[in-house]
């Protein structure tokens, strides 16, 4: 299994990138929300991408759907399938593809050749795309968002999406036999614990409790930190000393 971060900023010179928005892109085919979906890579190799499954309606999740779908259309009869819970297709219907903020692709979809099929998630019910069972599992987060096991034939990986403190996400992680990463956001700092109870996100502190919560040692990916906070997070992190711990390297390609 191979899974990139998308990147979704050029640093200057002796900067560190920023991840401000969110993507991942799986085998090349299977993209996992879309906030820089859009941006990355030439049309050609965004018409590779079969399914976007969108963890939830925030706009760092969402906000490139729009020109991606533009960029891959062939005006085929074949076409990208985006895949959500009720709350998400319900969203992308009423605040994007709503002829004022976009276009409604899903309108000009009737026809022979779709920009895009909406295909509705169900928290605990897997679904089989591109030889990926890939099981959406409801999280901890203010609006209604799924984190995503998505396993290969020898491989799983655990996207956990935005989330505060969960205890589902982790029962289905230990189940999985071939677990080999985890992708957990540390969005804010320490000093931020405030904030982040309220708006459902994980410091540095939270990051290490929710960890410890798996059964045995795999990989674990830091993700999701905001740019503003990155040094401090960072070096939050590090006192964690935790030894399977990484920090997420945007565009990397990862393989299991």
């Not at 990926?132 to 655990?158: C, M, Q, R, W, Y």
């Amino acid at each position: 299994m191979k899974v990139t971060i998308v990147p979704s900023s050029i640093p200057s010179a002796g900067e560190e990138p920023s991840q401000y928005l969110i993507s991942y892109l799986i085998n090349d085919s299977v993209a996992i929300d879309a906030g820089s979906l859009g941006l990355y890579g030439t049309p050609h190799a965004q018409a590779k991408i079969n399914h976007v499954l969108i963890s939830h309606t925030h706009i760092d999740h969402t906000a490139t759907l729009p020109i991606f779908l533009e960029n891959a259309y062939e005006a085929k009869a074949d076409c990208v399938t985006v895949h959500g819970s009720d709350a998400v297709l319900k969203s992308l219907q009423d605040d994007i593809f709503n002829d004022r903020t976009w276009p409604d692709f899903v309108a000009l979809s009737e026809g022979n050749a779709p920009f895009l099929k909406l295909e509705r998630l169900e928290p605990g019910r897997p679904v089989m795309l591109d030889g990926l069972k890939i099981t959406p599992v409801e999280v901890n987060h203010v609006v209604p968002t799924l984190g995503f096991l998505i396993e290969s034939d020898t491989a799983g990986v655990l996207i956990a999406s935005d989330t505060g403190p969960t205890d589902k996400l982790w029962e289905i992680a230990n189940s999985c036999p071939n677990l080999k990463a985890v992708f957990l956001e540390a969005a804010f700092p320490n000093s931020m614990g405030n904030l982040a109870n309220v708006s459902k996100h994980l410091t540095p502190s939270l990051f290490g409790a929710e960890i410890r919560k798996l059964k045995r040692p795999v990989t674990v990916i830091a993700v999701h930190i905001k740019a503003r906070f990155r040094k401090q997070i960072l070096a939050e992190l590090d006192s964690l000393q935790l030894d399977n711990l990484v920090i997420g390297d945007l565009g990397k390609v990862y393989e299991w």
